[in-house]
């Protein structure tokens, strides 16, 4: 059974930096995406950024060239580091992840498993 759990939100201003972790276990990085996730109140869950076992990565236009999203193989940990924050950002961010075989896709209904979130709030 694949279990995530996230750590590493809280509270900054505009411009400023955070970094979120992942730490999972019960998967194998060699046949599982990542990905992480976003909900801010009253609007649907959004993902954010995917990455798969070689490394490559996918990030939707909103965060392009402020977050990145990268894994430690050895240590089972995701990471999100978001920089240049906006109040925007602010959401309960989800680590996720599936068992492909095939590329990944950054669309919630394929994502089996699931952390408890950890809020980020930036303020103006």
């Known amino acids: 059974q694949v279990q995530l759990v996230e750590s590493g939100g809280g509270s900054v201003q505009a411009g400023g930096s955070l970094r979120l972790s992942c730490a999972a276990s019960?998967?194998?990085?060699?046949?599982?995406?990542m990905a992480w996730f976003r909900q801010a109140p009253g609007k649907e869950r959004e993902g954010v950024a995917v990455?798969?076992?070689?490394?490559?990565?996918y990030y939707t236009d909103s965060v392009k060239g402020r977050f990145t999203i990268s894994q430690d193989n050895a240590k089972n940990t995701l990471y999100l580091q978001m920089n240049s924050l906006k109040p925007e950002d602010t959401a309960m961010y989800y680590c996720?992840?599936?068992?492909?075989?095939?590329?990944?896709?950054?669309?919630?209904?394929?994502?089996?498993?699931w952390g408890q979130g950890t809020q980020v709030t930036v303020s103006s």
């Open positions: 019960g998967y194998s990085y060699l046949t599982y995406c």
């Open positions: 996720a992840a599936y068992r492909s075989d095939a590329y990944c896709v950054l669309f919630a209904g394929l994502f089996a498993y």
């Open positions: 990455i798969d076992s070689n490394g490559s990565t």
